[in-house]
């Protein structure tokens, strides 16, 4: 053991055991899930394992501050300590997306879409209507104004992609606040490909002409082209909003480039701080200049306080991103999605649009009789755990699916290369190869119960074991 893992290993135990005296059922569930994450096979394509520097950042002293408004400009006193970690994780985002600028705030993805959503339409609708109006500020406006106002800021359209085609429940989707703020409407994908067709997307917006134009996907398994988008929004005066989520880690790490760079495109640029970047739980804004300083009124626009600890985090996971290795780190998980798909693919299992070229699959199982619902409680059977999703004109809907989707940026962080994913894809297909859908008490065909052959959990879960073991999740991290 390094001295470095004996100084994880230590921090770890002492702090277990400082939780541990206060609420024991805790400290034990953090040490469970520990052993859960490291037997088991991730392919949540959302889902990664942070680095403990990472996590040991969070669990700081900087959660104990408030700090509403932003660097330099704050609500309380005595936050010169916040300010310097969030203008480091804000310099370490210019820098490692070639962005104008970056807002570190949002605690969340959806966070981080309200955020955009919100300061385009501070930026597009009450900017110029105050103008108009002959107000620089809100708080000039007599009631009547607000009226007028309100109604404006209200009855903006947008276009995003549809749920069943990738697209994520904040583009719109009705149940999100999206779909309430906004009139909307979606753009989904060539039926017979699965594929975009950007003369397609092309058609809704003249047709539609949306304020904001959405791109982005969480559950889409090819590449776009946001150049092309952003003719789009020119053409009919959107703004050009990209949700890069998922695969903000295929970004930094310069897999994505050139017209597959959202950053260089979009006016708005979203994502997460962990999934595919490995980085702590939360949200961050990148934008142009011209709308900076509506994105920077984040807090208390749609924000409350900062969470100065996960800013920290974020700084810390965006300096590891801008090492070479991480540029390493994202070819292979890119190139390990290949090799997943691969697997089921010459195993006779369907996916949607044949592929992938990003970081995520998405397998159909209606082939196997199953629901996506089916599928995913029988591989968490067997020790994989992923999450059903639904595929394009999805006959099962949002809830039951008739897909699953898996992803490789967790796996691939533990070291798992071609051969461990192609044996991943053909444990997955004998599980679902031996599940059978249950019925329902007046004897019908279930979505949710299923039985899966006697044997055959024990069998994959010894076999990912072997893989599992040659590469150790935290391998110095001993808590014993």
């Known amino acids: 053991m390094s001295d470095l893992d004996a100084l994880t290993s230590s921090a770890y135990s002492q702090a277990l055991e400082v939780i541990a005296s ?18 088991s096979l991730k392919l949540i394509a959302s889902e990664n394992y942070a680095s403990p520097a990472v996590l040991l950042t969070m669990g700081t002293w900087l959660s104990d501050k408030y700090a509403e408004g932003t660097v330099g400009h704050r609500f309380y006193a005595g936050c010169q300590n916040i300010d310097t970690v969030e203008a480091l994780a804000a310099e370490h985002a210019r820098e490692l997306f070639g962005a104008e600028y970056a807002y570190a705030q949002p605690h969340s993805g959806i966070d981080a879409n309200l955020v955009a959503f919100w300061s385009i339409l501070a930026h597009r609708v009450e900017g110029p209507w105050l103008e108009k109006a002959g107000s620089k500020n809100v708080n000039e406006l007599t009631e009547a104004d607000w009226e007028k106002l309100r109604h404006e800021l209200g009855n903006q359209r947008l276009l995003g992609m549809s749920l069943d085609a990738g697209g994520h429940l904040t583009h719109g989707f009705r149940p999100n606040i999206s779909g309430k703020m906004f009139h909307q409407q979606q753009y989904g994908t060539d039926p017979e490909t699965g594929l975009l067709d950007y003369d397609a997307v092309a058609a809704k917006a003249r047709e539609f002409k949306p304020l904001v134009l959405v791109a982005g996907y969480s559950a889409y398994p ?11 929004a020119d053409e009919v005066g959107a703004t050009l909003m990209v949700d890069m989520a998922h695969f903000a880690g295929l970004v930094a790490g310069k897999v994505f480039t050139g017209d597959e760079d959202p950053v260089p495109h979009a006016h708005i640029v979203t994502t997460t701080t962990h999934k595919s970047l490995r980085g702590p739980r939360g949200g961050m804004v990148l934008a142009t200049e011209e709308y900076a300083p509506s994105v920077d009124r984040g807090c208390p626009m749609v924000l409350g306080g900062p969470l100065g600890h996960v800013m920290a985090a974020k700084a810390v996971a965006l300096a590891e991103a801008r090492q070479p290795a991480f540029q390493t780190y994202a070819q292979r998980v890119a190139d390990n999605a290949q090799s997943l798909a691969e697997g089921f693919t ?49 006959p099962n809907g949002a809830w039951y699916t008739s897909g699953i989707r898996l992803g490789t940026p967790a796996l691939t962080t533990r070291g798992f290369g071609h051969d461990e994913f192609d044996r991943t894809a053909e444990l997955i297909v004998e599980v679902l190869r031996n599940t059978e859908a249950g019925t329902t008490k007046a004897g019908g065909p279930s979505k949710a119960s299923y039985a899966l052959a006697d044997g055959v959990a024990a069998k994959v879960r010894d076999a990912s074991a072997e893989m599992l073991d040659k590469h150790p999740l935290y391998p110095g991290l001993d808590l014993a």
Do not use: Y
């Open 346 to 394: 010459k195993r006779g299992a369907t996916l949607v649009t044949g592929g992938t070229d990003n970081h995520l699959v998405l397998l159909d199982v209606s082939g196997f009789g199953l629901t996506g619902r089916q599928a995913e409680s029988a591989l968490l059977d067997a020790g994989v755990v992923t999450n059903r999703n639904s595929v394009p004109a999805d």
């Open 222 to 232: 090819r590449r776009v082209n946001f150049a092309k988008m952003r003719e789009i």
């Open 22 to 39: 206060v609420e024991p059922r805790v400290a034990e569930a953090t040490r469970q899930e520990l052993a859960d994450q490291r037997g």
